[in-house]
Structure formats: structure tokens, C-alpha cells
């Protein structure tokens, strides 16, 4: 898992779902905007999740994530 601030803004990328129970299953792309400080968007691009949010989204981002294996991995 990769954290770094961009701008004020959180990314994350979890790499390297290749090879793993994760890495053919289907993800719908999360777009949440409450304002210019309060948003998240979560997307699979290739074999990697990504995640980027305002300045306070990091743990819904990874909430987002959690939510997402534990549902496929049930």
C-alpha cells in the first residue's frame, strides 16, 4: 500500500492484485463529491486499486477497499 499527499488531497495505490483472489473480480468505480475539500474516487486500472480523496478521505478510501474484499472474499 502506497500513501502519499498530493496537493492537500490523498492517492493510494494498492498494487499488485495480480496473482491473488482479488485479481478478476469486478469493481464498481466509486465517485463521492460532497465539496471541494470532502470527495473520494476508487477505481480498479489494471491489476491495481486507486483510491483519491480531500485533505480528510484517506480512511474512507481504504474503508472503500476493506469493504470491497471482504464482500468477494465472503
Do not use: H
Amino acid at each position: 500500500m502506497i500513501f502519499f499527499s498530493w496537493k492537500i488531497n490523498w492517492a493510494t495505490t494498492i498494487i499488485n492484485l495480480q496473482n491473488t483472489s482479488l485479481e478478476n473480480k469486478q469493481f464498481e468505480p466509486v465517485v463521492l463529491e460532497k465539496d471541494e475539500n470532502d470527495w473520494i474516487q476508487c477505481k480498479l486500472n489494471e491489476s491495481s486499486f486507486e483510491g483519491f480523496g480531500g485533505p480528510s478521505n484517506l480512511e474512507e478510501i481504504i474503508t472503500v477497499f476493506k469493504n470491497w474484499v471482504e464482500f468477494e472474499l465472503i
